[in-house]
């Protein structure tokens, strides 16, 4: 069975940093894109970052870039999402997410291109 479990959400003030991580287990992970997406309440779940299978190349979206990082660490199979200078707009639950090939067709950027799912954490920015 494949798991995705993250951690290290909490609350934070506006300004801090936190770095979420996400253990996959029951699948190696390390010949396909992560990817970090987030969501609100009655909102879709949207894209925040993903990196493709070997690391060398990341994503972001307009909304986080330059204030957040990700980065795997495949012989652990685990991949982490730095976040800085968080706002209170980056409050959301995030979810870590897993490809099952190489190159998604649906691209970095789409929900659809990640069949694996964690449970998501809770990002809490206080003003």
């Known amino acids: 069975q494949v798991q995705l479990v993250e951690s290290g959400g909490g609350l934070v003030q506006v300004g801090a940093s936190l770095n979420l991580s996400c253990t996959a287990s029951g699948r190696t992970f390390n010949s396909a894109p992560m990817g970090w997406f987030r969501q609100t309440p009655g909102k879709e779940r949207e894209f925040s970052a993903a990196?493709?299978?070997?690391?060398?190349?990341?994503f972001f979206a307009e909304s986080v870039k330059g204030r957040f990082t990700i980065s795997r660490d495949n012989a652990r199979n685990m991949v982490y999402l730095q976040m800085n200078s968080l706002k209170p707009e980056d409050t959301a639950v995030y979810y870590c997410?897993?490809?099952?090939?190489?190159?998604?067709?649906?691209?970095?950027?789409?929900?659809?291109?990640?069949?694996?799912w964690g449970q998501g954490t809770q990002v809490t920015v206080s003003s």
């Open positions: 997410a897993g490809a099952n090939t190489r190159y998604p067709r649906g691209g970095y950027y789409s929900p659809r291109s990640y069949p694996y």
């Open positions: 990196i493709n299978w070997d690391g060398s190349s990341t």
